[in-house]
């Protein structure tokens, strides 16, 4: 059994009494369009200094911890236009080097379960939200630094951030959510708190002084986004990628498009990347808009026969409700598979509510300088406009 810090009891009888009762703020398809369908504390609605706006819910679950929902952009002057349905952490899997424990930390242990009740000092600047209690997610608008710059003509922004703590073991993942005034969202994961195991050898991990050898491991972090670019009908889905010719002076871009469920690879050499299409919707040029999920990757890790879903970062599956986590993901009585890798089934992705899955991996080898208080090492990826608007929208 994992070790964990201990809590109060009473604010963690609290916290999944509030939980329990909280059931979706939204529901799925008449009015997944608007975002302003939840009330309260339940309820994000934020304008940044160029005039863009950010529109969402969100609600928690024991498992996944705050899920957000239809998450909603507004350029500045320009119309709504919904990105993503559901947005949440679909794993969070730590494989330690001597292989003694391979834990999967969000469908065994759950965010939710293991809430901070956040501080002032946790939100410098910043409001705390709670649905009870306790105050589970710090909601901040903090600068970004430059927009553009052009000799004189610069442009600085602003972001939207939202996050949450939760401790398992020894550590405490910050959960955050960033969304920027020119469109892009940034989900990232913050590992802190304490390391969690020690013994072994240099073979294993490294040696930190009094404590003797920190295990190394890895922190493969995996994200599930359900977009509904502009609504559900119409998202279809393309790889780009480019191909080196004439000895690596000269490449060739590519576009391929996915018809059926499908699990690809990081390929740096390419630079592939991915991009969720609304085929009925074009700005003001008239192309198609779009957003292109950007990877970030640190390390690359394939796990062995019995963990697939490590075998590839990106998956598109069509929705199911009951494929919520990419591994050990309840089966709901065997009707449905137990990993991302069960879930790409050879479904049609036309017409389909598409999900898309994406995975990045931090190795962390300890250093003494992880004694005491471990500092912060994040990860993650964004997903960046591409033909959203036929300008940059930030003035």
């Known amino acids: 059994r994992r070790w964990r810090r201990p809590v109060a009891v009473v604010a963690v009888l609290v916290l999944l009494a509030v939980l329990t009762v909280i ?9 997944a369009a608007d975002p302003t369908n939840c009330s309260g ?13 950010w529109q969402m819910c969100w609600e928690l679950r024991q498992l996944a911890g705050v899920v957000l929902h239809h998450v909603t952009y ?8 919904e990105v993503l349905a559901e947005a949440s952490v679909a794993q969070i899997h730590v494989p ?7 834990f999967h ?3 065994d242990y759950g965010l939710g379960n293991y809430l901070n ?13 709670a649905p009870g209690p306790v105050h589970v997610l710090c909601r901040q608008v903090t600068g970004s630094g430059y927009v553009y710059k052009s000799y004189a003509d610069e442009a600085q922004g602003t972001t939207l951030s939202l996050f949450s703590v939760s401790h398992i073991g020894a550590y405490n993942y910050v959960i955050a959510w960033n969304f920027d005034d020119d469109g892009t969202i940034r989900p990232e994961i913050g590992a802190t708190g304490q390391l969690q195991r020690f013994g072994g050898t240099n073979a294993t991990g490294w040696y930190v002084g009094s404590r003797g050898f920190a295990v190394a491991h890895m922190h493969n972090y995996y994200w599930r986004l359900d977009f509904d670019l502009n609504g559900a009908d119409g998202d279809r889905v393309q790889e780009l990628a480019a191909t080196a010719t004439n000895g690596r002076q000269s490449f060739t871009n590519t576009r391929a498009a996915f018809r059926t469920e499908v699990a690809r690879r990081v390929l740096p050499g390419s630079f592939r990347s991915w991009r969720v299409i609304d085929s009925t919707t074009g700005n003001s040029d008239g192309h198609p808009i779009s957003y292109e999920l950007r990877p970030e990757t640190d390390s690359i890790f394939r796990g062995p026969d019995y963990e697939p879903f490590t075998h590839n970062e990106f998956y598109v599956t069509a929705a199911n409700e009951c494929e919520r986590f990419a591994s050990h993901n309840p089966t709901l ?3 449905c598979g137990s990993n991302l890798a069960d879930f790409v089934s050879g479904e049609t992705l036309t017409g389909a509510d598409l999900v898309v899955w994406y995975g990045t991996s931090f190795r962390h080898l300890p250093r003494q300088e992880d004694l005491g208080h471990m500092g912060s090492h994040w990860s993650g990826f964004s997903i960046q406009p591409r033909d959203l608007t036929a300008t940059n929208p930030v003035p």
């Open 333 to 335: 009585g065997g009707s």
């Open 96 to 102: 330690y080097d001597d292989n003694a424990f391979r």
């Open 105 to 107: 930390d969000v469908s």
């Open 117 to 129: 009740d956040l501080q002032p000092g946790d939100c410098p600047g910043g409001s705390l939200l």
């Open 74 to 81: 507004t350029p500045p002057g320009g119309a709504p236009i």
């Open 41 to 53: 504390v339940y309820q994000i609605d934020q304008s940044l200094q160029n005039g863009a706006r």
């Open 23 to 31: 059931s979706p703020v939204l529901p799925r398809a008449a009015d």
